[in-house]
């Protein structure tokens, strides 16, 4: 408790925050889990995509999930009932791999276990990334997994690999291209390895990175047959391409990017996305120029982790799990340097934006799009490039480590 109060009050305003709503947000999904009969709001999460996927693997319908949305969406009004809302199927047929044992467990016992494993294997991550840190950095992520909690997302399962490849690519390089050919399951999260990794001649974890995929692409064709692939790039991928252009509302509130933004502000799909490349190839650029030029490994991981959220049209909120990691570090430099309110402020707002910006979002305020080009602009101050803050007097701010 000595250590809890001795956080900065910003920080410690997040700790407060989020443990309320941890008992907000996460106590009732708990209560439905272990309540008897299934919850029709524990049955309306996105989790029920991946339950149902392995359903139909098992008893040999997968090729279902790769086919027209109509016949997709019969199986899941067949298993939750008529009255079922809209849900669609995103994910290649390689992500089968990690969620295939669901289908032996009912749907709350699958739930759970799905929870459990992906949050343990976060914490793992997590742990393995920030290093030996304080409390600063766990509570950086909370917010974060509270969220994920509620929505019953993929969050912890993605943010486990891409935290753990950054994590083990200097000592153990074919364990982390193990962790990125995963990670292709959801190939928006990786748009900046490939130049993290050639910036810093990662070579193995390429090599290792790239034949983990093919070998999962081979792999998923062999078992779940050609079909399923040709079904994907056919009919899954042209249909999540009409959701982005098409679904307003919390969809849109849970996006923090530009294009989640402008779409939000009913901007149409294509002037959205025009206006969203404008600004994230130059980001893009700056970031990969940075990751040649500045030569520590920690600044490269913030970079990678911040300037993934702009650059990436398509990321949800329960994707920043990532950026928990960049937060992880910013917020518990070491050795501390002095700290500007401008740059506390942001760092904060940060932390809270898994809980914050779906609600902003519903009122059209685009509060994740301007504090994450704020970090951007922290995270590059950080690493040495020439831009500034306003500060506190004239102390110098120290490299993060």
Known sequence: MRRLLALPKPYLF?????????????????????APGLDPNLADKDFANYW????LLLSGKVQDLFGPWNVYFGHLREAFGSGYPWHNWSYPPHFLFLIWPLGFFGYETALLLFLTTTGVAFLIAYRA?????????????????????WA????????????????????RPIVAGILLGLLTTKPQLGLLFPFLLVAERRWSVIASAVITTLLLVVA???VFGLDSW??????????????????????????????????NWDFGPDLALMLHLAVALPAALVVITAFFRVKDAR?????????TFII??????????????????????????????ARLSIVTFAMLLPLAMIHFGLLKIPLATVVLFALFFVALRDAGLPLDLPRRGNAKMDAAP
Not at 152 to 171: D, I, P, V, W
Not at 299 to 307: C, S
Not at 326 to 336: D, E, F, H, T, V
């Open 14 to 34: 997040v700790f407060a925050v989020t443990s309320i709503a941890a008992v907000a947000l996460a106590w009732p999904v708990g209560n439905a889990i272990v």
């Open 52 to 55: 149902l996927a392995s359903r």
């Open 129 to 149: 990334f920030i290093g030996e840190r304080g409390l600063i950095a766990w509570v950086a992520a909370m917010p974060f997994m509270v969220l994920n909690f």
């Open 152 to 171: 019953a997302q993929n969050g912890y399962l993605c943010a486990a690999l891409a935290l753990g490849a950054l994590a083990l690519r200097e000592k």
């Open 220 to 222: 998923s064709a062999a």
């Open 230 to 263: 040709r079904g994907y790039i056919q009919n899954v991928v042209p249909y999540q391409n009409a959701v982005m252009g098409q679904l307003r509302g919390l969809f849109l509130a849970m996006m923090p990017s530009v294009y989640g933004a402008l779409r």
């Open 299 to 307: 600044n490269h991981d913030i970079l990678l982790l911040v300037a």
């Open 312 to 341: 990436t049209p398509y990321a949800l909120t329960y994707d920043l799990g990532l950026l928990a990691g960049a937060l992880g570090l910013m917020g518990s430099r070491n050795p501390p340097s002095p700290e500007s309110g």
